[in-house]
């Protein structure tokens, strides 16, 4: 009956959200592509593939070696699904050259959306990242048996509150999950307090702690040579003024380039104003990483700046910049948006800044503060947080050797939940 209610409800939306979705991609080109999968016409590329879905980029990049391995250990074809025009981007950079992974958007959750792509796609499984839950998406996979497996789950406390509102439909939804493999023992207490099923849900650990290093990074050292290098990343409305009122008020002493890269591309126009009122010598980052540009390359030299900016104004760059930071403040937390992934610049020995709303990742910040690898900070501590960084060479050493080993120390989750996983699949076709 709940599941009856919440579909009718979605159905009596259905227009109204049509006529957004036309307005949106009509001011939007970018999500021009792939319009029809949003209802549910997917490519058959894959016979028979593992479905799994991942939001956008930052789920993606956590279960891009789980992805690799079902493809290798398992010797399964996967069909990767994301919401955002920048994960199908990412899925193009990771699995381009590997012909078993092809990637679409996942369709609106709609009774008929969902039952078309499932007849199409015929997924053998569906591994849903995270925090993705979808109701009619989850019923219609048990309804032709198809195992379900919640992987990496993760829920923080104000997500179970909302999610309890909705109990009537969530508890039945749970109880259709084969599995449900999440990050940590907090995570699984809400979760059965929900109403999953106890021999349902298996703490694994955070596949976020098993990233992997690409080895041929992109080399953007040279373009932010001259003095110490702030990297920003996946940074939200509002952080960035906060970040350039610091950054202009740091001691005369401190030189260097701040380097503001936004989570979301729509918003490349926005941080570039706020680059130009802060008066700061200022660059965006496709102005000089393309061969034609010699001459605005010339614009800003970096020893003739003593401080300076560089908005990244494109996408799947975050990392290389990683590589060439002396410190990152990792963003989504100044901003109350729960803070986005700190172990990826952790993992590379960085020492990291993040606002207090870290509530996405609460375990990951907190075994990362409790080893002194991260500092929490706020607008108003900001500058005095950034300057104790930025004189202070032995400690940004010590917090980013700290965090390395700790990322080290934690990896593992990976091969319990390959081994979940499989163990999963074989009792399905066991039934």
């Not at 986005?340 to 990362?368: R, S, Y």
């Amino acid at each position: 009956m709940a599941l009856l209610v919440y579909t009718y409800l979605c159905y009596l939306a259905l227009p109204f959200g049509m006529i957004l979705h036309l307005l949106f991609i009509w001011r939007r080109p970018e999500f021009r592509a792939g319009f029809w999968q949003r209802y549910g016409w997917l490519p058959k590329e894959q016979h028979h593939p593992v479905l799994i879905h991942a939001a956008s980029v930052g789920e993606l990049n956590a279960i891009a070696p789980l992805i690799n391995a079902i493809i290798s250990d398992l010797k399964l074809p996967v069909l990767v699904t994301t919401t955002s025009v920048t994960g199908q981007s990412r899925c193009q950079q990771l699995f381009a050259t590997n012909e078993r992974v092809s990637w679409a958007y996942l369709p609106l959750d709609l009774g008929i959306s969902n039952k078309l792509m499932l007849w199409r796609v015929r997924p053998r499984a569906l591994l849903l990242v995270e925090t993705e839950l979808w109701p009619n998406l989850v019923a219609s996979c048990a309804r032709k048996n198809i195992p379900t497996i919640l992987v990496n789950g993760r829920l923080s406390q104000r997500s179970a509150k909302a999610y309890g509102r909705w109990s009537w439909l969530v508890a039945p939804m749970l109880q259709n999950f084969t599995a449900l493999l999440v990050q940590d023992q907090a995570t699984a207490k809400r979760f059965l307090s929900l109403g999953a099923l106890p021999n349902t849900v298996s703490v694994l650990g955070s596949l976020k702690y098993d990233l992997v290093i690409p080895d041929n990074h992109l080399d953007v050292t040279s373009l932010v040579s001259g003095g110490l290098c702030v990297v920003c990343g996946s940074t939200r409305s509002g952080e960035e003024a906060s970040l350039l009122q610091a950054w202009s008020q740091l001691p005369e002493h401190i030189e260097g380039t701040l380097v503001l890269v936004p989570r979301h591309p729509q918003r490349f126009e926005e941080v570039a104003d706020l680059c130009q009122q802060s008066g700061l010598p200022w660059l965006r980052y496709t102005q000089i990483s393309k061969p034609d540009t010699a001459k605005t390359k010339s614009v800003i030299e970096p020893q003739s700046h003593a401080r300076r900016i560089l908005l990244v104004d494109a996408m799947g760059v975050l990392f290389d910049f990683y590589h060439c930071a002396d410190v990152v403040f990792v963003g989504g937390s100044l901003a109350d948006k729960g803070g986005h992934n700190p172990l990826e610049p952790a993992a590379l020995g960085k020492p990291v800044l993040m606002g207090p709303n870290c509530f996405n990742f609460t375990q990951v910040c907190d075994q990362l503060e409790q080893v002194q690898a991260l500092k929490v900070t706020t607008s108003a501590h900001l500058l005095k947080d950034l300057t104790e960084l930025l004189v202070d060479p032995l400690l940004r050493e010590a917090m980013g050797a700290a965090g390395a080993l700790l990322v080290d120390q934690q990896k593992g989750a990976l091969a319990r939940n390959i081994l979940s996983i499989e163990k999963t699949f074989e009792q399905a076709l066991k039934e």
